[in-house]
């Protein structure tokens, strides 16, 4: 039973920073691709970045490169997503997914497995 499950939204001022958390079970990390994405109520799901759990490839959205970094360890079987300079445009509910391999990893419905997401809301 593969659960994914995020922390570490909440409100921040613009130009600041948070770190996100996904925590996983249920499955063979190692061979998985971990996503995150966003979505603001009323648009399409967003990709933001991605990290291949087994080889720590990491793949960024073009438009975010530069202030988020997406990491993960092994050991908690955890992905993180650092975000800085945040900006009000990146208010949105954040989402962890997971797939096998990275390939294609922009495409967020090929994702196979979410978590209910965590709410970042940045005010300017």
């Known amino acids: 039973h593969v659960q994914l499950v995020e922390s570490g939204g909440g409100s921040v001022q613009a130009g600041g920073s948070l770190n996100l958390s996904c925590t996983t079970s249920?499955?063979?990390?190692?061979?998985?691709?971990l996503g995150w994405f966003r979505q603001v109520p009323g648009k399409e799901r967003e990709k933001v970045a991605a990290i291949n759990a087994g080889t720590g490839n990491t793949y960024y959205a073009e438009s975010l490169k530069g202030r988020v970094t997406v990491s993960r360890d092994n050991a908690q079987i955890t992905v993180y997503l650092q975000m800085s300079s945040l900006e009000s445009e990146d208010t949105a509910m954040y989402y962890c997914a997971t797939k096998h391999g990275c390939s294609s990893w922009k495409t967020y419905q090929l994702f196979d497995y979410w978590g209910q997401g965590t709410q970042v809301t940045v005010s300017s």
């Open positions: 249920g499955y063979t990390w190692s061979a998985y691709c």
